[in-house]
């Protein structure tokens, strides 16, 4: 297939633009005019070609060359495409979510969709070739089922086929949201509405890329050409984050936490340590009210963290449809960063409207055959996936921008501690009295199970989507609730190192954090596993077990105060050395603190050097050593 300049509007037919294809392709049609001849004579007097014993059908040859030179009408081919569209209807709606039927198949996802009631909507995805998932974002009042609608044709292609000559496609139109610069600084939905116009006065840089044309609401994956593999590291001054799960700039890492676990206040960390970084923040906000946007606007002011912040939000009581449109319009303006080569990080405070969408099409709207969708891991990764992977790092031909993507999942993962029915203790019992204890036992657990899950807190998604979720991301941050010391109130968020990981890898770890990042990781898993299976505690694994609550409570920060990679290099230095022995956990946080300032006022030359290089060279290791061993001297004087 060859394409042509030939693709038609409307507004081109209408004004009669015209089509011809002039290289009409013949046996010869690369010869000079004088050997073309000479074949012609020949073939026409011996009925023989030069290169060809058998003789051409002229007639065939002829009917061929008509097609590729013909002229086709323009605008009876666009009526006819137009008639060709296939009306679909409603066979489901709820929540501003539907299940059409009938539509065109060959539609991507994104498509604008047209209502008869003269509402919009936009295709989410192909369940079949006969059933897809809609969100509806206008006139869901007028729309019921059986209401007709259509996928919208924005113009024609035409190619030229090799053997069928010309050949006319369909170009969709797709729904379209401002993904602009004037989102930087403000509040808006997922329309570009403004909710707190003019919050910050945006600075021209890297967050006020061209304003363009809007960009599609549901984008289409970068495909692996156009991408890189994920090399970069990108700090958000989480430290739990950056030193146990880093987030490498075109990844997607997931924040995974029951309800009072701090989930809030690590994304608004991770918001104020883009500051001066030259990363752009769109933050897709669907639980918040207005006045708790207010103050987070507000807050972010204060700090100097909004002009370089693009908040999409949607009020909680919103229909699911408007709440999945906020996450993909998030996207749409990370994606405008990106493609203008530079970098953005997405955070979506709440994943649960994809869970919700996936419950109330797939297992509600579907009826029987939903379970049959739920389970098939196939189904349900293609659905997840229109999100997921919009986060790219691309490749240097394509600009080298990138998306990142942070991910808030509302509920728990699987522990890894499998329920298993023990049997060997009813041994004496015949097969028959065993098979029915475990059918029992089974159904026993399986209504623990089901228990389980009704006990969610409100928004709260099930374990197993949660983990399919994770099956798609490029890691989690696990967390717990926070700690009940009262020396550690001020921590918001306390990270599970042994449910936390990353599937990057060391290629996302700035080279300041590689060698110290992978010994706290070891420590804390092994003092983890010697916690389980240790029958005693001896003197050896009494102090890897304090050092392990050292670590732990290193990793912990007050809201508010994002970590710069000076200060968590410092902290792991002086925890891994052997200068916080005699420090309790709970006076870790106020001891990091002093060590820092003390660093900074000792040795700023070689904090510098790690700021600006991102490495830890034997040089600037040794002037923090040093530093911190004479804080540790001055301490014992005074002491």
């Known amino acids: 297939m060859k394409a042509l300049a030939g693709r038609w509007t409307k507004d081109q037919v209408g004004r009669g633009a015209a089509w011809r294809h002039h290289h009409a392709i013949l046996p010869f049609r690369n010869l000079p005019l004088q050997q073309w001849s000479r074949r012609c004579f020949l073939t026409r007097a011996t009925g023989k070609d030069e290169d060809d014993d058998s003789n051409p059908d002229w007639d065939k040859e002829m009917s061929i060359f008509n097609k590729r030179i013909s002229a086709p009408n323009q605008l009876e081919t666009l009526r006819e495409l137009e008639g060709s569209v296939n009306v679909g ?36 995805w192909h369940r079949s070739e006969n059933l897809a998932f809609a969100l509806i974002l206008g006139g869901a009042a007028d729309i019921t089922l059986g209401t007709h609608a259509s996928c919208i044709i924005k113009g024609v292609l035409q190619v030229v086929d090799e053997v069928h000559g010309p050949v006319t496609k369909k170009e969709f139109e797709l729904f379209e949201s401002p993904a602009g610069a004037d989102a930087f600084g403000s509040v808006r939905d997922f329309l570009g509405i403004a909710k707190i116009p003019g919050a910050a006065e945006v600075s021209q840089g890297a967050c006020r890329p061209d304003m363009g044309k809007p960009l599609p609401l549901l984008n289409q994956q970068v495909t692996m050409m156009n991408r890189e593999q994920v090399t970069e590291p990108l700090l958000t001054g989480v430290k739990a984050l950056d030193v146990l799960t880093p987030v490498g700039r075109g990844s997607t890492m997931l924040v995974i936490g029951r309800r009072g676990s701090g989930k809030a206040a690590l994304v608004e960390d991770a ?88 419950g109330t099409l797939a297992l509600q709207g579907l009826g029987s055959l939903g379970q049959e969708v739920l389970h098939c891991p196939f189904q349900s990764r293609s659905f997840f996936s229109t999100l997921f992977l919009r986060a790219a790092k691309m490749s240097r031909s394509r600009g080298g921008g990138s998306l990142s993507a942070l991910v808030v999942v509302p509920g728990s993962p699987a522990t890894g501690q499998a329920k298993r029915i023990d049997m060997d203790k009813y041994q004496t019992l015949s097969e028959e009295q065993k098979t ?33 979720y994770i099956s798609i991301a490029d890691g989690q941050l696990v967390l717990d609730p926070p700690l009940s010391s009262p020396n550690s109130h001020s921590a918001a968020y306390r990270p599970n190192s042994r449910l936390s990981i990353t599937r990057i890898g060391n ?98 030359q070689a904090l510098e050097e790690v700021r600006s290089t991102q490495m830890l060279t034997a040089t600037a290791e040794k002037g923090i050593l040093d530093a911190l061993a004479n804080l540790q001297s001055s301490t014992k004087q005074t002491a």
Request: charged share 20%.
């Open 507 to 604: 290629r996302a770890y700035p080279k300041a954090l590689d060698n110290l990042a992978n010994k706290i990781r070891l420590s804390l898993v092994q003092a983890d596993d010697a916690r389980k299976f240790s029958a005693s505690m001896d003197a050896g694994t009494a102090k890897e077990e304090a050092k392990s609550q050292r670590l732990e409570a290193a990793l912990l920060q007050q809201p508010g105060k994002p970590a710069s990679l000076e200060e968590q290099v410092v902290t792991l230095l002086a925890v891994q050395s052997g200068f916080t022995d005699n420090i309790s956990p709970d006076s870790m946080a106020s001891f990091a603190a002093q060590a820092f300032a003390y660093v900074k006022a000792a040795a700023p």
């Open 436 to 468: 029915k204890i475990k059918a029992a036992l089974e159904k026993k657990m399986a209504e623990e199970q089901a228990t389980q899950d009704n006990q969610l807190a409100e928004g709260e998604i099930p374990t197993e989507l949660v983990e399919e």
């Open 271 to 358: 918001i104020l340590g883009q500051r001066g970084t030259g990363v752009c923040v769109v933050l897709a906000s669907v639980n918040r009210s207005h006045e708790e946007l207010l103050a987070l606007a507000a807050r972010l002011e204060a700090a100097g963290a909004l002009g370089h912040t693009a908040i999409v939000s949607s009020e909680p009581d919103a229909p699911l449809g408007k709440k999945f449109a906020t996450l993909c319009s998030a996207y749409s303006i990370g994606e405008r960063v990106r493609d203008n080569g530079g970098h953005s990080l997405v955070i979506l405070d709440d994943f649960s409207p994809l869970a919700n969408a996936w």
């Open 89 to 124: 209807k409603v066979v489901y709606m709820r929540d501003n979510v539907a299940i059409l039927s009938g539509l065109n198949s060959d539609a991507p996802f994104g498509t604008k969709i047209s209502f008869v009631t003269g509402g919009t909507g936009v295709l989410l």
